[in-house]
């Protein structure tokens, strides 16, 4: 069957949705839920039987990463992740280097617990600072400040080998002298790897209804929104942590493991509330889901022995696409042999040379990559290439 084996381009990896949170924040569109109370060891009794349960149609592979995203996880017990890891471990067994992350909010309360966790296993905490300026966090919803976001930022230094972090920029009333400052202030942190996102107005947000509404001022307009853009690229790449994927950067070494996986289109399964994998079966590649909602999903883990709601083949045409969208996303580019023996045929040669004229895209070997100069307008490059 074509790219039978195709995963292992990327690696195998597992991620683990925790989906509670303390607060929603009013521009997030993710599966997170605030709950006065939850059942930890409930939760990771269910999050555990899954992982039991995907195993047995995996076997004999070795985890190249974990991931614990949100929601919170750092809401979660050091007991829980711990209990989640000793699961994973005796399902497949790791990797000699597994990067084992876990995404955190830098408050105090959350920062007590980073030793517990380190102890469990984790080895990579990603901090969702997304500002470092006080009034800014209080407009994006955040129940941090600065202050506690830099102790945060330095016990994690101290307890985890790798630390990333967050920021988001093109805020209201942001300008480019304050994004530039306000990143030259995050490398000085001495991060290994630092997620930069431009903000986006996601529908069905309390951002998004203000929006909608008209209340929503200040927001940089697109020509500031790009210059903070090439601000980025420049002042990270001058830092030595250059961008390997359109929001990612990282020193050499530094990159995110778990999500080169993504990026590069290989296996993973997935656990919890809402919660999207891509597994490799016998008879093929198939995408997975799970029951959105907290209640729904364990209901449907302790009724039915899986919490998923979705399984379905992912043809290999499909696979091919999702290359192109994923992994044109990286400063690597993608492999124009594995997209073609995907695909069935190659790239369509009058848009690869269109493009390469352009200067949008460069050739090496048999690779293929995005340029610097094409990055900005890469949607409008996978329109051009997916057709």
């Known amino acids: 069957m074509i790219g039978q084996e195709d995963w292992r381009h990327g690696g195998f990896g597992l991620y683990v949705h925790w989906p509670f949170c303390a607060a929603k924040c009013p521009y997030c569109d993710f599966n997170s839920h605030v709950s006065a109370s939850v059942d930890q060891a409930r939760w990771a009794r269910a999050l555990a039987s899954e992982i039991a349960r995907l195993a047995e149609e995996l076997p004999g592979r070795h985890l190249d990463s974990i991931f614990f995203g949100g929601g919170t996880p750092s809401l979660m017990l050091p007991e829980t992740v711990d209990h989640v890891l000793r699961a994973a471990r005796a399902a497949w067994g790791f990797a000699n280097r597994i990067e084992i992350t876990l995404e955190a909010n830098p408050t105090s309360v959350e920062r007590e617990r980073f030793r517990g966790f380190a102890e469990a296993g984790v080895n990579r905490v990603s901090m969702g600072i997304q500002a470092l300026n006080d009034a800014d966090l209080r407009a994006l919803g955040r129940m941090h400040d600065v202050a506690e976001a830099r102790a945060a930022f330095d016990v994690a230094r101290d307890v985890f080998e790798r630390v ?78 250059p961008g390997y994927e359109i929001s990612n950067h990282a020193a050499p070494g530094g990159e995110s493991r778990h999500n080169l996986i993504y990026w590069r289109q290989g296996d993973w399964a997935a656990v919890g509330p809402g919660a999207h994998g891509r597994i490799t079966l016998p008879h093929g590649r198939h995408a997975t889901e799970a029951h959105l909602t907290p209640g729904a999903w364990l209901n449907a883990v302790e009724t039915t022995g899986s919490g998923e709601s979705l399984r379905e083949p992912v043809p290999s045409d499909e696979q091919a696409t999702e290359l192109l969208l994923m992994g044109l ?46 990055r900005p307008v890469l949607n409008a490059i996978l329109r051009e290439l997916a057709v």
């Open 164 to 241: 990333s972090f967050d920021l988001i920029y093109a805020r209201q009333g942001q300008d480019r002298a304050a994004w530039r400052a306000e990143l030259r202030e995050a490398l000085a942190m001495a991060a290994d790897h630092l997620s930069l996102y431009q903000l986006t107005i996601e529908p069905g947000t309390a951002f998004g209804r203000r929006a909608e509404a008209g209340t929503l001022r200040g927001l940089p307009d697109d020509d500031l929104s790009a210059d903070m853009y090439h601000d980025t690229q420049e002042i990270c790449a001058a830092a030595g942590l």
């Open 329 to 374: 996303r990286l400063a690597e580019g993608i492999s124009e042999s594995r997209h073609a023996h995907l695909a069935g045929a190659s790239l369509r040669a009058d848009a690869v040379a269109r493009l390469l004229d352009l200067g949008m895209i460069e050739r090496t070997g048999d690779r293929l990559r995005v340029t610097d100069a094409g």
